[in-house]
Every structure is written in structure tokens, then in C-alpha cells.
């Protein structure tokens, strides 16, 4: 654990998107027990950023700042479900038809590819249309992730599937079969190391995707009303300021937008670190590098 710790410390770019992680977790929390949605309501119009509020208030007299930290664990929890997910059904997929080829990857495969051809937005947008008729689903973040992830996993399953067809061939896992060792001990213990880099690495990528479909079916009015929702924040902006091209209030697209960029840009900061750390190669050369360069300052 501390060498995980100081690695991530180095590494700039990872420090800095795990902060901006971090950051939207607590203030999310902090948000939610002090200034509950229902507290929020403020009579009113919309008010310019000041210092009271940094960020102005929307259309209906409500503080952005208060809103988007409000509405920051739903966000994150769908988008780590479905990161979750996706990343689960694809990694199995993935191992199993490498691994065991023959029929079984001939299977597996053709259903990935199926899945890859069938588009992703319109499936959304289809499904998502049933929440109409039953909003309690809408609320409900496993089913939303679950929804999100039905095609997610299918481009990790072939990736996975590639890298493991050149490994199972490698000399360290024929070693493995001639001394008897189990295929669970050979998957968990030689494959998954050599292939949890690329995985963690995805699942980041994953949770960014669905933050952007759960935002743009928000903001497509497709899901029930959240009031609390990036999505909802910008669809009700977009409508204030008169759309993006010529916005009259200007200013309230900004807190919405703002939070978008800002959690994407701390995804994919953070999976800056997701190699080193979990490929044990790249991190006993990490401490080589480390020593080296102590080495040389003891030297001088």
C-alpha cells in the first residue's frame, strides 16, 4: 500500500486526478447532509456569480454550487456501477474465449461482435423510454448502470480476448500446464497480472462514458425529471440562455459544463497511474528508475 501511495504522489498528473476525484466524492457527501435538495428551493430569479454564489443560481433561484455537489454521488455511483459492470462481463468474456479457445471462443466471440454492431445511443434511448411508464426504475443507479453497460463491455471482451490469446502460448504458461498447476492459479496468478494495467485503465475509461450518457440522457429529457442531474442542470440552462450558439444568460451554462470537464479531466488524470500500479513489471522498473537516481545524487 505504500508503495502505491508514493508512486501515485510522483506521478503528477495521477496525483492530480485522484484530488479532483476525491474532491467531488467529499464535497458530494458534505453537500448532501448540509444542504439537502429541499433546502436548495430559492425564490427568485437568476443571480450573475457573486461571492454568496459563486457559480449563480439557475432559472429557478437556485444555487449551482449547492446543485452540483447535490447531485455529484449519483453521478459517480452510476458511472463506477456501470464502469464496474461492463468492465466484470467484458474481463470474463475476454479470458474465457482466449483461454480456452476452440468452440467456446468461436461463441463468445461472435456474441461480442454482435453486440459491437448493435449502436449504443438509439438502445439508450430506447430503453430509457420505458422509464417513462415506470419512474421508480429511473431512480433506482444499478439499473441505470445496468442499462448503460449492455454494449459498454463488448470492445473490452476483444481486447482482453487478443491479450490473452498472446499470453496463454508464453513460455512462463506452458510451464504452468507442465507442472500440473490449475487453470483458476494460471488465470489468477499469470494472466490477470500481466493484463490488470489495461483493465483498470478501461474501467476508468468506462466511468467516463457513462457520465456522458447518463448527463445526455438527462439533458435529452429522455430520463424522468432529476432535478439534481448535470443533465437536468443543462437542459434547463440551455433552455434559459436561449441555446449554446447564442446564450443569453450565459453564465448559468458555465456551472453544469464546468463540472462536466472538470470530473472528465480528473478520470482520465487518475488513470495516468492505473499501468505502474497494477502491472508488476512496470513497477519494479519504477523503483529501479527511483534507485538509480538515488544512486546518482548519493554519487555527486
Given at each position: 500500500m505504500n508503495e502505491i501511495l508514493i508512486m501515485i504522489w510522483r506521478n503528477k498528473r495521477a496525483f492530480t486526478g485522484i484530488m479532483?476525484?476525491?474532491?467531488?466524492?467529499?464535497?458530494?457527501?458534505v453537500t448532501s447532509l448540509i444542504a439537502p435538495y429541499d433546502k436548495l428551493r430559492i425564490e427568485g430569479s437568476s443571480i450573475p456569480p457573486s461571492l454568496e454564489h459563486p457559480l449563480s443560481t439557475d432559472p429557478l433561484g437556485r444555487d449551482q454550487f449547492l446543485l452540483i455537489f447535490e447531485g455529484t454521488p449519483k453521478i459517480l455511483l452510476i458511472s463506477f456501477l456501470a464502469a464496474g459492470i461492463s468492465t466484470f462481463i467484458g474481463t470474463v468474456m475476454g479470458i474465457v474465449a482466449g483461454y480456452k479457445g476452440g468452440r467456446i471462443d468461436s461463441i463468445l466471440t461472435s456474441v461480442t461482435d454482435v453486440v459491437l454492431n448493435i449502436p449504443g445511443l438509439p438502445l439508450y434511448i430506447t430503453i430509457a423510454a420505458y422509464f417513462q411508464r415506470m419512474p421508480?426504475?429511473?431512480?433506482?443507479?444499478?439499473?441505470?448502470?445496468?442499462?448503460?453497460?449492455?454494449?459498454?463491455?463488448?470492445?473490452?471482451?476483444?481486447?482482453v480476448r487478443s491479450q490473452v490469446l498472446g499470453l496463454k502460448n508464453r513460455p512462463f504458461i506452458e510451464a504452468c500446464r507442465l507442472l500440473g498447476l490449475p487453470t483458476r492459479y494460471i488465470v489468477f496468478s499469470e494472466i490477470m497480472p500481466n493484463i490488470m494495467g489495461y483493465i483498470a485503465i478501461n474501467f476508468i475509461f468506462s466511468a467516463t462514458g457513462a457520465v456522458y450518457a447518463i448527463v445526455g440522457l438527462y439533458f435529452l429529457g429522455i430520463l424522468?425529471?432529476?432535478?439534481?442531474?448535470?443533465?437536468m442542470m443543462l437542459n434547463i440552462a440551455y433552455n434559459a440562455a436561449g441555446g449554446f450558439l447564442t446564450p443569453r444568460l450565459y453564465y448559468i451554462l458555465v456551472a453544469p459544463l464546468l463540472a462536466i470537464i472538470l470530473l472528465q479531466e480528473g478520470f482520465i488524470l487518475s488513470s495516468h497511474a492505473m499501468e505502474e500500479i497494477f502491472n508488476p513489471r512496470l513497477r519494479k522498473e519504477y523503483y529501479r528508475k527511483l534507485e538509480r537516481k538515488r544512486k546518482k545524487k548519493a554519487s555527486k
Open positions: 479532483i476525484l476525491l474532491m467531488f466524492i467529499v464535497l458530494g457527501i421508480q426504475l429511473a431512480y433506482n443507479p444499478l439499473i441505470i448502470a445496468s442499462v448503460l453497460s449492455i454494449t459498454a463491455w463488448a470492445g473490452l471482451a476483444r481486447s424522468p425529471v432529476d432535478p439534481t442531474n448535470w443533465g
